[in-house]
């Protein structure tokens, strides 16, 4: 049995009869330094998945603000939309006053041909009063045809305006969209980037703890590793006992916080 055998079976045994197993000051410092390299090549990495992190928050905010875009750019149209429903409404109304003028005027010209072939006074009389109170109605219609052309026209004119205000809104919403996607394109540059300096670190994490790592940033809002802030978790904020404070302090092993399970470290 060789040296360091015997040494392991004599700490094993201690162990079994209560005793813990002390690891020798070169070990622990070892340990220590090993712990101590990782948290600073974690805290390097989160920093960078980090900001990949918040890139990817602002791609998919995208979306919504473009649907919400969208919308307002749709409402601007209804604008139009109703100008143009009501210049055809007064347009209908108008055409339907023509031709009620229209048979108004073929009535007057019709009766005017009958009114020389009538035979007593009394009928042409008559026949002469009709007439005109149909030129009375005539001359009424024509006024109120005059004055619902100006409505018309006005109505035309709310039509073309609000094409222009649309044309400057469409210019305006095509814009944006081109900003936005010119900016999406510009953070998933930025994401490639990232993702190619992080590449840089991953190799020197131990590939047992990484995996943890990998995880805690896919299920806790791309924070895995936090630095203990007075006294709490710097990712949720919770208090820690003091026991935990002081191993994350030791650098003896890897602590997680007890409520949010992200990997904690001391930070001075
Ligand atoms: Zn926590």
Not at 18 to 32: R, V
Not at 126 to 155: Q, V
Not at 173 to 189: G, N, P, Y
Not at 219 to 237: D, T, V
């Amino acid at each position: 049995m060789n040296g360091q055998l015997a040494q392991l079976v004599r700490a094993l045994r201690s162990h079994r009869r209560g005793h813990w197993f002390e690891p020798s000051i070169a070990h622990h410092k070892k340990m220590t330094a090993i712990i101590s390299e990782q948290i600073k090549i974690l805290a390097e990495l989160q920093k960078i998945d980090s900001e990949i992190y918040a890139l990817r928050q602002e791609i998919e905010a995208y979306p919504e603000i473009q649907k919400k875009a969208d919308q307002e750019f749709d409402n601007k149209k209804l604008n139009l939309k109703s100008a143009e429903d009501e210049h055809r409404a007064l347009q209908a109304k108008q055409k339907g006053m023509e031709i009620e003028l229209g048979s108004k005027e073929d009535k007057i010209a019709k009766l005017q041909s009958q009114l020389f072939s009538l035979k007593s006074n009394k009928e042409y009389q008559a026949m002469d009063f009709e007439i005109k109170a149909l030129k009375a109605d005539k001359s009424l219609l024509e006024e109120e045809i005059l004055i619902f052309f100006d409505s018309i026209e006005t109505a035309k004119a709310k039509v073309t305006k609000e094409k222009e205000l649309l044309s400057v809104e469409e210019k305006k919403h095509k814009e944006e969209l081109s900003v936005t996607q010119k900016r999406i394109a510009e953070i998933q540059a930025d994401i490639q980037v990232h993702e190619e300096k992080r590449k840089a670190f991953t190799p020197s994490i131990d590939p047992k703890i990484l995996p943890q790592y990998e995880k805690l940033l896919k299920n806790r809002e791309g924070l895995a590793i936090a630095p203990i802030r007075n006294n709490s978790c710097g990712g949720c904020n919770i208090g820690l006992p003091p026991q935990i404070v002081n191993e994350a302090r030791m650098l003896e092993k890897f602590i997680t916080c007890e409520s949010c399970a992200r990997m904690l470290y001391w930070a001075p």
